[in-house]
Every structure is written in C-alpha cells, then in structure tokens.
C-alpha cells in the first residue's frame, strides 16, 4: 500500500477502508513502514508487541485477548491507564533489548514492531518464522496508515478506521485553534541535561508545528545537542523539558550563560510530566491528544472537540 502523507489522502483512504480492506479477507497483504510486503492468511491469534506505541496500538484496536507479550516498558503508557493495566497483565519480552528466546516460546503469528526504533531487530524476528510488521513513523499521518493496515491485518478494521476518524477530526480541530492565534510562541525543546533538541523532520517536531509551537531548531536534522551560543542566538521565548530529563526550571534558570534568554528571564518555562511527554514522543494512537494537551498548557486555550 503506498505510504500517504496528508490529511486529505488519509480522509480519503477512511472512505475507501471498505472497499480496500473487504476483499481477499483469507489473504491481507500490506506494505509496511520499511516498505516489506506484510502477508497474514486469517485473523492472527497470538499477537506480540515489543514496544510501548505499538502495545498501544494494538490494545486500543481491541487486541487484548489476543496479546500474548509486550514489552516490559508498561510503566510508558501510563497516560492511557485502561490500556497500561492491560498491558501490565501480559508476558513480557524485553525492554530495549528483546528476548527472542521469550518470544519464540509465545509461539506468536504476528510481531508489530517499531519501524524506526527496532528497524535492526527486524531480521532476527523473522528468522522465529512468524509475520513480523514495522509501524512508520515520521509523521501522524504515517502512524494513521499504520493503525490503518494493522485493523486490516487482524480484522479489526472497523475500530482502526474509528481512531482514525477520530484522530483526523482532533488534528483538524487543533489547526482550527492555531489559526486564531495572534502569534505562535518560539520554542526551544529539548529532553536532557545535554540540550538535545529536535528537527521539524522528527515526530517531535512536528507534533510541535501542530501545537501551534514555532521550534527555533526546526532547521535541524534529527535529534541533536545544541551549544548555549545556539540557543542565546535563537533566543526563544519559550523552553519545553521534561520533567524526567533531570532539568528543572531553575537549573535552567542557573544555567550558565542563559539568563539572558527570553524564556529564562520572563520564566516561560514547561516541564512536562512523562505522561505528556510520552504522548508527543510515542508513535500510537494518543499522539494528537498529546499535541492538544500541549496546546492547551503552552496558550491556556481550549480545543473544541
């Protein structure tokens, strides 16, 4: 299936799931986030997640009876309790580092990973001789194909197409809100004591953009440490942490060199609980409501959904 990027194609995809997903229900043939052809022959019955955004996924499509093994990391999907004590119930199989020995003893017939955090582990998995699946993504909308084509993998559809829905109507409320901005803060994120900050090619950095943030390093590539000089020059209004990056508002206020930067003298600084900021960081389904929260933090506006 060819990899969408904007609102309107992935609208059109919703309408078209029917037609698209309701043939050839024995076989389902998808093209992942790594661009494989992923094939299943029936509904799988023993799923295995190894990630926190793709335990969401498949928890929130109603897969929890088939959900065999997660990744220990449970304590991540803290901000969807429901979905955590569910998750928390489940064999685990690793942290970061999987144990294909756990694994293949699950016996499973379909392993969703994460595409760009587990792209290496991808090969290993296979060689267990099971359906393995790479969830995308750069961008929502990739996130979006992905519940998408996992609905149609496991039978789900119908429920997949729900999120979706209602994933695309928040994120259409959301640029509804921004617009009636006077202004869009300039902002500096960033997610450790070393100043790592994001480029507006991440997911990060665009769950920013569609906060209505104007990251002052949208011009970087990746995730990347900048220099205090950067961040004096770029003088943002606005600082995002996090509150499990060991920052602080005030070592950042103390911190050498930056007490003439706008967001540390006017003390415009956010620190996000590791729920909020797991929401903006986590490919799955609650990545717009973590841009809705962070929204609705930074301009104390409400959203209308």
Do not use: C, H
Not at 89 to 117: Q, R, W
Request: charged share 30%; no cysteine; aromatic share 6%.
């Amino acid at each position: 299936m060819k990899r969408f990027s904007s609102l309107l194609l992935i609208t059109i995809l919703l309408g078209l799931a029917v037609v698209n997903f309701g043939y050839a229900e024995a076989t389902r043939t998808v093209t992942d986030s790594l661009d494989r052809q992923v094939s299943l022959s029936g509904n799988p019955e023993r799923v295995v997640t190894t990630i926190p955004s793709t335990t969401e996924i498949a928890l929130d499509l109603g897969l929890d009876e088939r959900l065999v093994g997660v990744s220990d990391l449970t304590k991540y999907l803290s901000y969807v309790p429901k979905l955590q004590a569910k998750a928390d119930k489940t064999e685990k199989v690793g942290k970061f580092k999987l144990s294909m020995e756990k694994i293949a003893a699950l016996n499973p017939d379909l392993i969703i990973v994460d595409g760009v955090a587990q792209k290496d582990v991808v090969s290993k998995l296979e060689d267990l001789d099971t359906t393995v699946y790479a969830v995308g993504g750069k961008d929502i909308d990739e996130v979006s194909e992905a519940i998408l084509e996992l609905g149609y993998l496991t039978g789900t559809k119908d429920r997949a197409q729900e999120i979706v829905g209602q994933m695309a109507y928040k994120k259409f409320q959301l640029r509804g809100a921004v617009r009636e901005l006077e202004e869009k803060k300039t902002t500096l994120y960033t997610l450790s004591e070393r100043m790592y900050t994001v480029g507006e090619n991440t997911l990060v950095g665009q769950v920013l953009e569609l906060a209505g943030l104007d990251n002052v390093f949208s011009d970087l590539s990746g995730y990347k440490p900048v220099s205090t000089e950067k961040i004096i020059q770029r003088n943002p209004e606005l600082i995002i942490a996090t509150e499990i990056s060991g920052l602080s508002v005030e070592s950042l206020k103390n911190e050498v060199g930056l007490k003439g930067v706008k967001a540390i003298k006017e003390e415009n600084i956010l620190l996000l609980s590791r729920d909020e900021d797991s929401m903006i960081n986590q490919r799955g389904t609650k990545i717009v409501d973590g841009a809705i929260n962070l929204f609705e933090r930074v301009y104390d506006k409400e959203v209308n959904l």
